[in-house]
């Protein structure tokens, strides 16, 4: 409206000017055109003040726009704006070139080969190929497995191959166990064993003996090959069966059908070695050693006479056959 009042009164100063001077055309007096000319850039000027002023005053609005106007809706910036830039890899949160933000924030794999399960190298002892006991130690019943390696002789792959328990000790006690090794064809020996409950000794003619508690060692195959070895726990400590005692090679001289109670078989056949030479049938009815006192307790006139002995110091004791 400025410029229109600026206009109005230049065009009234030309009319003025025009009755003045007859002949002169309206709006063509001296100050005609610099007034135009004002006017016009007056006016443009009112525009750009206009201008920038209002957009001043949006700008403040935009500012306290919600305490100003808590009515009024905003248009909402859109959801890819407000997000916050990912950081690259140098951590700079500048994109990296070529990659959208989807790709940028999408984690990355990498492929991993699986885990390979390295088989445990074989054990040997003296030469030959040893299982492992799981558990270590069983009662009498108990079921035990075993595995190991190295079994590639093709007698551990004989059909049927029996295997024995072997008590370390004592009358030379075998039990033949029931079991369900088998050998793979890479030589890995591997199944369950029962530990059996009698068996029979290799050093006396007495073929059914408990098993009792103590170490035995795991024959496979063959009496005298030893895979291995496991304890037998929570049988009776009595009445363990111990080898024979021989006082003369090659004869009937011997002390047999030892058993011991409370004491390992190694102090019990000590004893009877020590005490038994003068006993028999007619020998001494009495003797001494170690604590332990022995007597007779019985004799049998046979063919072959024999005298029964028991020796005893406190709760242990050892029973022998003289002959």
């Known amino acids: ?10 065009g009234a100063q030309d009319q003025a000017a025009a009755a003045a001077e ?38 403040a609005r935009s500012a306290t726009g919600d305490a100003a106007d808590p009515g009024a809706t905003r248009p909402s910036a859109p959801a890819e704006a407000s997000r916050p830039p990912v950081a690259d890899a140098t951590g700079s949160g500048t994109p990296p070139l070529g990659k959208s933000s989807a790709a940028r924030a999408r984690p990355t794999t990498t492929g991993q080969a699986p885990k390979q399960t390295r088989r445990p ?13 799981t558990p270590a130690a069983g009662k009498v019943g108990a079921r035990i497995r075993v595995e190991g390696y190295g079994f590639t002789d093709e007698q551990w792959a004989a059909p049927g191959a029996p295997l024995w328990l072997a008590l370390e000790g004592g009358c030379g006690l075998y039990a033949e166990a029931e079991h369900t090794l088998r050998v793979s064809s890479d030589g890995r020996l591997a199944g369950e064993l029962t530990i059996p409950a ?9 073929d059914d003996e408990p098993v009792v508690a103590g170490r035995y060692r795991i024959a496979f195959s063959c009496t005298a090959c030893f895979i291995g070895e496991l304890r037998v726990t929570g049988a009776p400590p009595s009445d363990t ?3 024979n005692v021989a006082f003369t090679p090659n004869s009937d001289d011997v002390a047999s059908s030892i058993v011991a109670r409370g004491v390992p078989c190694s102090k019990a056949e000590a004893l009877v070695r020590k005490v038994g030479g003068p006993l028999g049938f007619n020998g001494p009815a009495t003797a001494r050693a170690d604590g332990y006192r022995c007597e007779r307790t019985g004799r049998e006139d046979r063919e072959l006479p024999v005298a029964y002995y028991r020796c005893t110091d406190g709760a242990k004791r050892v029973t022998f056959t003289r002959t």
């Open 1 to 10: 409206m400025a410029d229109q009042e600026i206009l109005k009164l230049g």
């Open 22 to 59: 007859p002949g002169r055309p309206a709006g063509r007096g001296p100050g005609g055109a610099r007034r135009r000319r004002l006017g016009i850039g007056a006016g443009a000027a009112i525009v750009v003040v206009a201008t920038l002023f209002g957009g001043s005053v949006a700008l």
């Open 121 to 133: 190298a074989p054990v040997y002892v003296d030469g030959v190929p040893q299982v492992k006991a």
């Open 198 to 206: 009698r068996g029979s000794c290799r050093q006396s003619d007495r």
């Open 241 to 243: 069966p111990c080898a």
